[in-house]
Nanobody, 126 residues
Framework: EVRLVESGGGSVQVGGSLRLSCEVS????????VGWFRQAPGKEREGVSC???????YYRNSVKYRFTISKDIAKNTIDLQISSLNPEDTAVYYC????????????????????WGRGTPVTVSW
């Protein structure tokens, strides 16, 4: 059974930082395209940052230079370091994985990836 479990979310003030982690079991992250997505209240889910199977990385423009995605092969996790947070980053953050040979851009814009976690909430306030 494949499981993705996010952790690390919480409430922070503007300018703060968090480290989100997605613990994966049942598959090896090194063999999969992976990504972090978010869904703000009343909005559609959007791709935040993704890594394709070749290791190429995509960031949506609004998070470039503030967010860093990585795979920890030893721990089999997908991590997202988020910093310089602002209220527009408030959302539930989800991790996902898929075996398809998508490009990094496609991973983040394909909402029908095979495996998803249940999300961890991030709230940014003044």
């Amino acid at each position: 059974e494949v499981r993705l479990v996010e952790s690390g979310g919480g409430s922070v003030q503007v300018g703060g930082s968090l480290r989100l982690s997605c613990e994966v079991s049942g598959l090896l992250v090194e063999d999969y395209a992976v990504g972090w997505f978010r869904q703000a209240p009343g909005k559609e889910r959007e791709g935040v940052s993704c890594i394709d199977r070749d290791g190429s990385v995509y960031y949506r423009n609004s998070v470039k230079y503030r967010f860093t995605i990585s795979k920890d092969i030893a721990k089999n996790t997908i991590d997202l370091q988020i910093s310089s947070l602002n209220p527009e980053d408030t959302a539930v953050y989800y991790c996902a994985a898929d075996p398809t040979e998508y490009s990094d851009y496609e991973v983040c814009n394909e909402m029908h990836l095979e495996y998803w976690g249940r999300g961890t909430p991030v709230t940014v306030s003044w």
